[in-house]
């Protein structure tokens, strides 16, 4: 049967029909708009909606003056259903229509605008309006702000082409959002309603949908245009949005808000604050706020007579150079929220669409937008930063999944302030200390983990990003009043064994067909980050000691060859039985104190009896460096090396594989040794250019005379390269440099004994293993990530010794 079956006896729609449905649809949708109001001449029976005598002085009588018809709030309700019928398919054909028509710019906000300003001049004058009609125009500014949500909804989850034709029209929108009398408007009604002892679920339901509204309309992105275009004002409009809402005290309303977000009651609104600060600094990079002068701390809120004199306002007083505490009027502010989001809403809520990754291209300030910058900054971190982000951890903490839009922002949130405060020593660290708190550092590392095994390399980005700002913060910690509380937190990460195995797992991740280079920036500049926060972590320490999981079956065969002859050779490096039972009791004491019991016990049994216990272990930086001495670091790193880039935080670890672990062998691979060409370009600059060449030319070096001997070819598996004019050109350079030899060679130690083997053949016989050191792995070991043991890197005898 070719045809298609018949439902029913019915036949399916042909393209034209649907085509004339659709028209029929769109006609009706047109007729709703068209029967919101129109332009029409003042007069004074229209004076109730425009506010009365303010209004009437501003237009004069005849003006033209927009007035909502009194079939205004039925067609409302009109498009909100033909929007929520349109949503059971994909194209969005109604919302396309709305902002075909313009129907936000030139309808809705303006009788939202006449609403609002019919509630305000009510309630300044006690209550002119009857109850009814105060009711019915409520109900049409409720309407409004449900259109607001539903009109400026992100796409980011619907298709390409969706996007595409949605891009244009969110974009006008933002630009009609971005006007002092909208703002003004909306918080308003927002404001009114929050200073009420008590509020209806309609009136709590209405603040909620203006936060919306604000989270929104701050998300809708600008075009991305190169500084120097013309025309930039009229493209960008997320900096004009910014200073309105600055100008209005809507920021101080936001900022409000986040300074009680750790209480119970605006646990529902923390997830909407906290896109609203990120959303405000969108693609800001943090040297924009320092690249103009002038104060860091600034008046955050000017008192001026009128229409927020009552709402209060945030202050930020300098009670000395270098400081600042911000101050809130705590009984005009903060009081009316005692009540506020209690009941939930009742009715339909717009839907949760998951928002796509952070958005780490920077874009160009407006300059007049960075003073704005820089007070919210300054304002969030003193008095907002600890509260929300803290209050976030915790909801996240009880959450059910990571894989949601919140947590990888709250990551880069909580990273890009912590970003600000370093680079601004005028701010006291004791304000974003939530972060340096064992439980919230470690629900970083369990994320960074979680992100790991799920391959989310976006979200595992932007973990990576705060853990490196948290390294950061505490080494700063370091010498002053915050010492204690660093010590405390890198001692519980150091102390963690797993916690460092991770370390090591992220820089063994990059491929190059999964993610992308500045991915691997990232990684590096954690790795660099983490390796000097160790070191010095390490050495401030008489002695120190991390926590292991190990395997009790291989710690026995020592223990049993103890008691039926003597100890096998290198028995120095494995446990003895006092060892043992005082790792046992450890690991007992962990157990009861973490409340497991022989749960974990049982758990861990095996079929053979064996069972996993927590020991500990002497620490040395030293032999941890050779966990990083391995193919896949080498391969991930030599990538930001075409072109050089995050040089200043890659040549750490390349010198560590190559110079401090005596592994430049693992560099001797045709793709690896071409990426150290590009660093000999004449006309790239890059940091730590001198000491990157030095470390390529020693390399080098080794490699010409490793591929100039089959015995020693064979043995470090050395590839020769496809290009040989570049190699006789390195030949030519490194003959009549010094470069490369301030480093004693570590391969050519070997020559003498291979050449023998070798004989006059050149190359007939096998080729015998070199001797490296004594603690240095295999040099053609190269685990999987799966089968990764820290021990056995680490060289801390044990368990490891005993595998081996």
């Not at 109900?139 to 539903?150: A, D, G, S």
């Not at 976030?392 to 709250?410: K, Y």
């Not at 095994?453 to 913060?473: G, H």
């Not at 966990?627 to 935080?649: K, N, Q, R, Y």
């Amino acid at each position: 049967m070719d045809s298609e079956p018949e439902m029913d006896g019915v036949e399916p729609y042909t393209e034209e029909q649907i085509s004339a449905e659709v028209q029929r649809f769109r006609g009706v949708v047109l007729s709703a708009c068209s029967s919101l109001g129109n332009l029409e001449p003042v007069t004074e029976t229209k004076q109730a909606w425009m506010g009365g005598e303010p209004a009437r002085l501003a237009a004069g009588i005849g003006a033209m003056q927009y007035v909502p018809s009194n079939e205004c709030l039925a067609s409302l309700k009109d498009i909100k259903r033909y929007i929520q019928m349109d949503e059971q398919g994909e194209g969005k054909l109604v919302l396309e229509w709305l902002g075909e028509w313009k129907v936000l710019e030139r309808d809705i906000i303006p009788i939202f605008t006449l609403g609002t300003k019919r509630l305000l001049a009510d309630k300044q004058q006690q209550k002119v309006l009857s109850e009814e009609d105060r009711d019915h125009i409520l109900k049409i500014v409720m309407m409004c702000v449900e259109l607001f949500v539903f009109l400026t909804w992100s796409m980011d989850t619907e298709s390409d082409e969706v996007q595409g034709r949605f891009t244009r029209i969110l974009r006008s929108h933002k630009r009609a959002f971005a006007k002092r009398e909208v703002v003004f408007s909306l918080l308003s009604i927002a404001v009114m309603y929050v200073r009420e002892s008590h509020n209806t679920d309609r009136e709590a339901l209405l603040i909620k949908g203006v936060l919306y509204v604000f989270r929104n309309v701050l998300a809708i992105p600008d075009p991305l245009v190169s500084p120097t275009s013309r025309g930039l004002a009229q493209v960008e409009a997320h900096d004009t949005l910014i200073m309105a809402l600055e100008k209005e005290l809507a920021v101080d309303f936001f900022l409000t808000l986040m300074s009680s977000a750790d209480q119970r009651r605006f646990k529902d609104l923390r997830p909407t604050l906290l896109d609203i600060i990120y959303y405000l600094f969108y693609r800001v990079p943090v040297a924009a706020l320092f690249a103009t002068d002038g104060p860091w701390f600034e008046k955050a809120a000017r008192q001026r007579a009128g229409r927020h004199t009552k709402f209060g306002g945030v202050y930020a007083v300098s009670t000395e150079p270098g400081t600042v505490m911000p101050v809130f009027d705590v009984k005009e502010v903060l009081q009316p929220f005692a009540n506020l989001f209690q009941k939930r809403a009742t009715v339909r809520r717009p839907r949760t669409m998951p928002q796509g990754p952070v958005d780490r291209q920077w874009r160009t300030v407006d300059p007049d937008a960075i003073p704005i910058l820089r007070r919210i900054a300054a304002v969030f971190i003193e008095s907002c930063f600890n509260p929300l982000v803290g209050a976030m951890f915790e909801d996240a903490r009880t959450a059910t999944s990571i894989v949601n839009e919140t947590i990888p922002r709250l990551l880069y949130v909580a990273g890009y302030f912590v970003d600000i405060s370093l680079a601004n020593p005028a701010v006291d660290l004791g304000c974003v200390c939530v972060l340096t708190r064992t439980q919230t550092f470690g629900q970083v590392m369990q994320f960074t983990s979680s992100y790991l095994d799920l391959k989310e390399w976006a979200s595992l980005s932007l973990a990576m990003y705060c853990i490196q700002q948290i390294l950061l913060a505490l080494g700063r910690m370091r010498g002053t009043k915050l010492e204690s509380l660093s010590t405390n937190a890198l001692s519980n990460l150091f102390y963690d064994g797993d916690a460092l195995a991770l370390f090591v797992r992220l820089c063994r991740v990059f491929r190059p067909t999964l993610v992308s280079l500045e991915f691997m920036a990232q990684v590096a500049r954690l790795a660099d980050t983490f390796m000097a926060t160790l070191k010095a972590h390490s050495e401030s320490r008489e002695g120190m000691y991390i926590r292991k999981r190990v395997n009790k079956a291989k710690s026995k065969k020592p223990k049993e060859a103890d008691e039926d002859g003597p100890k096998p050779e290198g028995g120095d490096a494995e446990l003895d039985s006092a060892d043992e039972e005082a790792a046992e009791a450890a690991a007992a004491v962990d157990q009861e104190e973490a409340g497991s019991g022989s749960d974990d016990d049982d758990d861990d049994d095996d079929e053979a009896g064996s069972r996993t216990i927590l020991v500990e272990r002497a620490f040395d930086f030293a032999k941890f460096e050779n966990a990083f001495a391995v193919g896949d670091v080498v391969s991930a790193f030599t990538h930001l090396l075409t072109p050089p880039s995050a040089i200043e935080h890659v040549y750490p670890m390349l010198h560590r594989i190559a110079v401090a672990c005596k592994r430049p062998h693992l560099f001797f691979k045709r793709a690896t040794m071409l990426r150290l060409l590009v660093l000999f370009d004449g006309t790239l600059e890059f940091p730590h250019r001198v000491e990157m060449l030095e470390l390529a030319s020693w390399i080098f070096r080794q490699y010409l005379t490793v591929i100039d001997s089959p015995a020693l070819s064979n043995c470090y598996k050395a590839e020769p390269l496809n290009n040989k004019l570049a190699l006789e050109c390195m030949r030519a350079f490194l003959g009549r440099s010094l470069a490369g030899t301030s480093v004693e060679p570590v391969i050519t130690r070997h020559i003498v004994n291979l050449l023998a083997e070798d004989g006059p053949g050149g190359g007939a016989g096998p080729a015998p293993e070199p001797a490296g050191p004594p603690d240095d792995p295999d040099p053609e070991q190269d685990l999987d990530l799966d089968d990764f043991d820290l021990d056995q890197y680490f060289g801390l005898g044990g368990d490891a010794d005993a595998a081996q």
